[in-house]
């Protein structure tokens, strides 16, 4: 794979999962016998992005002294470039205080699986001025009303800290087989697909024109042979659209108004953080390491409410990202919509001279739950109708409220 960008901070990737089935059927007995930690979901979701390569080159969960320096200065306390704590962090160590090594049970998964062994290397407790510190550096806020802040702040203040062995991907190879992928098999596809400039799209919400146009219009600027559609499969906020139907509407679209062989649709086993800037820098260390050159960052990326400005996730990395820090670079999107001047869906900011606010077609996020609820056709300058189709059905099957 010479020809593909190198993962961050190495020059091949290191997934954590246990790839040999003898090796991993061993471990598995041994974690019967192992002190069991039930976590929580984001640590399973650090632990399958870990296992998944994502994650390259962290070899497990961050201790307190680094998930400090992370959340203070985007490093590691030995200098490794990254945006966010990668942790697992627990409220009780009272069941493996002494313990050197742990099997770590999935709260994801009925019946709590074992979902990997992590060598305990060390326990620390932070303070609550410690946890509002990372919190405030991370989210910009610590206000708990924030998804991501009410999760960070209620699973506990004890970091336990040490390298991994993880044994599978948790719920995401078996509810997701048709679009959970590793950045390892995302690097084969984009080779397979004699692909080496890529974009990447994340995204955890269905796809309407103007997202599909985004996609076709970095592609085309940065000259890429493809583009990966990258879809978050973990947990979301209360009223985000679920995976499987963001899924079959995006499938739907690419498989329409996509040429064949420029796009693959993708997802990935994390949890949102909501955690806006921050959240960007690490979307973008991951797609590196899936073999992305390029990651599209457009209005509110990431963001959740009104705790981030538009545009803040492309400062971060004009700002506070060093140079040198990521190979991948950023294609920076302006909002886009259908002008109705042009006929064609656009980036805001390059509108033509005398372009008015109305003449675009843009419907708020409420406006398109609504008009769907009711059985009201999206105007086709805003979604496809094949798209709306699948939309309108889910939120007809919802109970009234």
């Given at each position: 794979?010479?020809?593909?960008?190198?993962?961050?901070?190495?020059?091949?990737?290191?997934?954590?999962?246990?790839?040999?089935?003898?090796?991993?059927?061993?471990?598995?007995?041994?974690?019967?016998?192992?002190?069991?930690?039930?976590?929580?979901?984001?640590?399973?979701?650090?632990?399958?992005?870990?296992?998944?390569?994502?994650?390259?080159?962290?070899?497990?969960?961050?201790?307190?002294?680094?998930?400090?320096?992370?959340?203070?200065?985007?490093?590691?306390?030995?200098?490794?470039?990254?945006?966010v704590p990668i942790v697992n962090v627990v409220q009780d160590v009272a069941g493996i205080k002494d313990a050197k090594r742990i099997a770590l049970l999935d709260p994801n998964v009925d019946g709590n699986p074992v979902l990997a062994i992590q060598d305990v290397e060390s326990i620390d407790e932070a303070t609550g001025e410690q946890m509002n510190s990372m919190a405030q550096k991370v989210y910009r806020t610590t206000d708990v009303e924030h998804p991501?802040?009410?999760?960070?702040?209620s699973v506990g203040k004890f970091f336990v800290a040490g390298p991994l062995q993880v044994l599978n991907y948790s719920y995401f190879a078996t509810d997701f087989p048709g679009t959970f992928r590793t950045a390892v098999q995302i690097r084969e596809l984009i080779e397979s697909n004699g692909w080496s400039k890529v974009v990447a799209f994340q995204t955890r919400n269905p796809m309407h024109r103007a997202h599909e146009a985004l996609v076709k219009?970095?592609?085309?600027?940065?000259?890429?042979?493809?583009?990966?559609?990258?879809?978050?499969?973990?947990?979301?906020?209360?009223?985000?659209?679920?995976?499987?139907v963001r899924d079959a509407a995006i499938r739907k679209m690419v498989e329409l108004y996509f040429q064949p062989n420029t796009a693959?649709?993708?997802?990935?086993?994390?949890?949102?953080?909501?955690?806006?800037?921050?959240?960007?820098?690490?979307?973008?260390?991951?797609?590196?390491?899936?073999?992305?050159?390029?990651?599209?960052?457009?209005?509110?990326?990431?963001?959740?409410?009104?705790?981030?400005g538009a545009f803040d996730a492309q400062e971060i990395f004009q700002k506070e990202v060093p140079p040198d820090a990521l190979e991948l670079k950023i294609f920076e999107a302006d909002h886009t919509a259908y002008s109705n001047v042009v006929g064609d869906v656009i980036m805001m900011r390059e509108a033509p001279d005398g372009h008015k606010p109305e003449d675009f077609v843009f419907l708020s996020g409420t406006k398109v739950?609504?008009?769907?609820?009711?059985?009201?056709?999206?105007?086709?300058?805003?979604?496809r109708p094949e798209v709306a189709k699948i939309l309108m059905?889910?939120?007809?099957?919802?109970?009234?409220?």
């Amino acid at each position: 794979m010479d020809n593909l960008i190198k993962p961050h901070g190495s020059d091949s990737l290191n997934p954590l999962f246990v790839a040999d089935e003898a090796k991993r059927a061993e471990l598995q007995k041994e974690a019967q016998r192992l002190p069991k930690l039930l976590i929580c979901s984001q640590a399973a979701a650090n632990a399958v992005m870990l296992g998944s390569g994502y994650f390259n080159p962290l070899t497990g969960y961050m201790n307190l002294a680094d998930s400090l320096s992370v959340a203070q200065d985007m490093k590691t306390t030995s200098g490794l470039f990254w945006p966010v704590p990668i942790v697992n962090v627990v409220q009780d160590v009272a069941g493996i205080k002494d313990a050197k090594r742990i099997a770590l049970l999935d709260p994801n998964v009925d019946g709590n699986p074992v979902l990997a062994i992590q060598d305990v290397e060390s326990i620390d407790e932070a303070t609550g001025e410690q946890m509002n510190s990372m919190a405030q550096k991370v989210y910009r806020t610590t206000d708990v009303e924030h998804p991501g802040i009410k999760n960070f702040l209620s699973v506990g203040k004890f970091f336990v800290a040490g390298p991994l062995q993880v044994l599978n991907y948790s719920y995401f190879a078996t509810d997701f087989p048709g679009t959970f992928r590793t950045a390892v098999q995302i690097r084969e596809l984009i080779e397979s697909n004699g692909w080496s400039k890529v974009v990447a799209f994340q995204t955890r919400n269905p796809m309407h024109r103007a997202h599909e146009a985004l996609v076709k219009i970095a592609m085309q600027r940065v000259g890429a042979d493809g583009a990966v559609i990258h879809m978050l499969l973990g947990k979301l906020k209360k009223g985000d659209i679920p995976a499987d139907v963001r899924d079959a509407a995006i499938r739907k679209m690419v498989e329409l108004y996509f040429q064949p062989n420029t796009a693959e649709i993708t997802g990935y086993g994390y949890d949102m953080l909501y955690a806006g800037p921050r959240e960007a820098v690490l979307h973008a260390v991951f797609r590196q390491n899936m073999g992305a050159s390029h990651l599209i960052v457009g209005r509110d990326h990431a963001g959740v409410g009104d705790y981030y400005g538009a545009f803040d996730a492309q400062e971060i990395f004009q700002k506070e990202v060093p140079p040198d820090a990521l190979e991948l670079k950023i294609f920076e999107a302006d909002h886009t919509a259908y002008s109705n001047v042009v006929g064609d869906v656009i980036m805001m900011r390059e509108a033509p001279d005398g372009h008015k606010p109305e003449d675009f077609v843009f419907l708020s996020g409420t406006k398109v739950r609504a008009m769907l609820s009711a059985g009201e056709d999206l105007p086709p300058e805003f979604a496809r109708p094949e798209v709306a189709k699948i939309l309108m059905e889910y939120y007809q099957s919802l109970p009234a409220d």
